[in-house]
């Protein structure tokens, strides 16, 4: 079975300032990986997903993330955050359910908050 | 992107009545869908997964009969709380995948159930 460890429920960060936000998963097989953003009181929305290829993959408003398959992490980074990246960030691993679909485990969460 | 629209996104409902939840794909055909609980500060917790036109898979620890899923056609999945009481009071969210095999998930914006 995987499962996913976010080890910072929340990171306090100033406007402008780089963030990290940590997630390393554990999963016997090859797995796909997610990091989804959760503004209060609505779903869930893809920030990016590493499913092949390069393993830096980039969001189209300054996130990005690396898959190190050695350290088996995924850690979410951006250079200058804005007050508008204010919310809670899941990382999730995707695995073949053998029903047909893939099933997401996700991380416990963690609340990003930027600082005027 | 595809689109899947929950609803309702809060109802508040009497203890011992039953609550529907809709979840719906709009642009394209869901062969396989997922419910998911979140409580306060808490990582989403997997209920079901669901799909079209069999019986639902539900994870350990979730009654079957207290939460109905019907997922009766490629782009509509129900979620009923039947009898809900307080502590049925949370954050309820679907998602979708595209077909078989998709490795991505779409989610809807939740519903927040409370029960009084």
């Known amino acids: 079975a995987q499962s996913v460890t976010q080890l910072d429920s929340q990171v306090p960060v100033f406007e402008e300032a780089p963030v990290e936000l940590r997630c390393n998963y554990s999963s016997s097989v090859s797995v796909y990986l997610f990091w989804y953003v959760q503004y209060p009181n609505q779903g869930l929305q893809l920030l990016l997903k590493y499913l092949s290829g390069s393993t830096l993959v980039e969001s189209i408003n300054g996130f990005e993330a690396e898959f190190n398959k050695s350290q088996t992490s995924f850690h979410l980074r951006k250079p200058s955050v804005h007050i508008s990246d204010t919310a809670e960030y899941f990382c999730a691993v995707s695995l073949y359910s053998g029903a047909g679909s893939y099933q997401l485990t996700f991380g416990k969460g963690t609340k990003l908050s930027v600082i005027p | 992107g595809a689109v899947v629209s929950q609803h309702p996104s809060r109802v508040i409902c009497k203890s011992g009545t039953s609550v529907k939840i809709e979840c719906r794909s709009l642009d394209f055909q869901a062969t396989t869908m997922f419910w998911y609980r979140q409580f306060p500060k808490k990582s989403l917790m997997l209920m079901a997964t669901s799909n079209e036109g069999s019986k639902a898979t539900y994870e350990q620890g979730v009654e079957k009969d207290k939460f109905l899923i019907n997922h009766a056609s490629l782009t509509l999945s129900t979620l009923t709380v039947t009898s809900a009481h307080p502590e049925d009071s949370s954050f309820y969210i679907c998602?979708?995948?595209?077909?078989?095999?998709?490795?991505?998930?779409?989610f809807g914006q939740g519903t927040r159930l409370t029960v009084v």
């Open positions: 998602s979708a995948t595209p077909g078989v095999l998709n490795t991505e998930a779409f």
